[in-house]
């Protein structure tokens, strides 16, 4: 694999980029940019009809040019315009998860926020780590399920106020088992229900 240096003013962001970028993760990219460099190349098209068309890495340069670089180390692929949208769409989405068991294992939290962590995401993974399966009564665990949702910080913090709000109040509800974050959320959703 050939890395290129190219210049950021020849490099054309694809029209159809899905990718977002929030100011702290704009400062996170910036941050990593100037303490290691860009050790992460931008993936250019080559092919006729694509030529210099990001495929892959549009926010490290869009970042890289606010710091004032004024070029990129590129990888170099010909592909078509249905190749680059997949591999575009591929580089995004398929990344894989963290494995939360291991960041609490090997690393500390201050360094985990400092990195891009917010403290939603540890105090929701905290949460999570110390429930334990209600006991059912006769040994079983067939009625337990996990929910896992997607949602944006501004979403969590309202759904963590409203979990407070109506564990505040479960005293004078009846609860279905030891979770109290279930219990809470089930209480909500009845409510919600019922108007």
């Known amino acids: ?6 210049k950021i003013s020849d490099l054309i962001p694809a029209e159809y980029n899905p990718r977002q970028l929030s100011n702290e993760q704009h400062e996170q990219i910036k941050a990593s ?3 290691f460099g860009f050790v992460d190349p931008v993936i250019v098209n080559t092919h006729e009809d694509r030529k210099n068309i990001i495929i892959g890495g549009h926010m490290r340069t869009r970042v890289a040019e606010s710091l004032g670089f004024e070029e990129v180390p590129c990888v170099e692929l010909c592909l078509n315009l249905d190749q ?6 591929r580089l995004n989405k398929n990344t894989g ?14 360094n985990l926020v400092d990195w891009g962590f917010s403290l939603d995401e540890l105090d929701l993974l905290e949460d999570i780590e110390e429930v334990k399966p ?3 009564g006769d040994g079983s665990d067939s ?8 949602l944006s910080n501004d979403q969590v913090e309202l759904i963590k106020d409203a979990i407070s709000k109506a564990k505040d109040e ?23 229900l019922s108007e």
């Open 134 to 136: 209600p006991d059912l």
């Open 1 to 6: 694999m050939n890395i290129v240096d190219y």
């Open 84 to 89: 680059e949208k997949e591999l575009n769409i």
């Open 143 to 150: 009625l337990i399920q996990t929910m896992s949702l997607t």
């Open 97 to 110: 998860e963290f494995d939360f068991d291991a960041l609490s294992s090997y690393f500390e939290v201050d």
């Open 33 to 35: 940019l100037k303490r």
């Open 170 to 192: 479960l005293d004078c509800i009846d609860t279905i088992n030891e979770n109290s974050n279930g219990n809470a959320v089930h209480a909500i959703c009845r409510r919600f």
